[in-house]
């Protein structure tokens, strides 16, 4: 990064402390180019606790904002619906009912390579990996976030030391300032829709229901979630 690059004349709503490794040009440059959103689960949804039965659950406030950005980037990307999906380690309930209510496009489970189902979500929809917007917080995420166009790493439960690696690894774009289980999904999905230059209209039309959104819903709505299971 040259010195000229990194921004300083934020937002304000970026300077609650949300790090960007890019220029405010640049990351909206790259997000330009985005037709999906890419989630790991454990650490991203949550803090990456489990229950006896290797579960672990989401915030609404985390959906919500999964649900403004694809709002977001369906306004940006001429009405056309971005793909989503979720690829996760380990078999988790709390993950398939999220997938399935809110009508993702897949939730790949039991990878412990994860470029296995990255490359098949890649394949299914016909996706360059440039175009992939993915959101991670541990080593089992990197050789992914490697290859996307837009790397948003969740500060916080894996510690600086992980932090410090993905920067000098080079596959890290943006860092929250929250973690999964402080609800730092939604301080990245808010931030990207700051970038984008849309959060105020996505907010708006969400609140008014407006037949805007609607015609996004109905959209969204339609889609039939693809639960891939690991047989490894």
Same mark, same amino acid.
């Given at each position: ?14 300077? #609650? ?12 440059? /790259? #997000?330009?180019? =985005? ?14 606790? /489990? ?6 659950? %989401? ?10 950005? @694809? %709002? ?10 971005? *793909? ?12 398939? +009912?999220?997938?399935? +209510? ?17 490359? $098949?979500? &890649?394949? /299914? ?27 948003? &790493?969740?500060?916080?439960? $894996? ?26 999904? +939604? ?28 015609? *996004?819903?109905?959209? +969204? ?5 693809? =639960?891939? /299971?690991?047989? @490894?």
């Amino acid at each position: 990064m040259n010195p000229g690059d990194h921004p300083s004349d934020r937002d304000p709503f970026l300077e #609650l402390g949300t790090e960007l490794l890019l220029s405010q040009v640049q990351l909206t440059n /790259k #997000l330009r180019n =985005i037709r999906a959103l890419l989630f790991d689960w454990d650490g991203v949804f949550n803090d990456g606790w /489990k229950d006896l039965d290797g579960g672990s659950p %989401f915030s609404e406030v985390g959906s919500m904002g999964v649900n403004m950005l @694809r %709002f977001g980037l369906w306004l940006q990307n001429g009405k056309q619906l971005p *793909y989503a999906a979720i690829i996760t380690g380990q078999h988790n309930a709390h993950a398939q +009912r999220f997938a399935q +209510r809110e009508k993702l496009h897949g939730l790949y489970m039991g990878f412990i390579d994860k470029r296995e189902a990255f490359d $098949a979500f &890649l394949t /299914k929809h016909g996706l360059k990996a440039q175009e992939v917007a993915f959101f991670f917080d541990d080593a089992i995420d990197l050789a992914v976030a490697d290859r996307c166009g837009l790397r948003i &790493l969740m500060r916080g439960q $894996a510690g600086e030391f992980l932090v410090k690696h993905a920067v000098q690894r080079g596959c890290v774009d943006i860092i929250t300032a929250l973690s999964g289980g402080q609800n730092g999904l +939604r301080e990245a999905t808010d931030a990207l829709l700051t970038l984008m230059g849309r959060y105020g209209e996505a907010i708006d039309d969400r609140a008014e229901y407006s037949t805007t959104y609607q015609g *996004y819903l109905a959209e +969204r709505q339609a889609v039939a979630p693809e =639960i891939v /299971k690991s047989s @490894r």
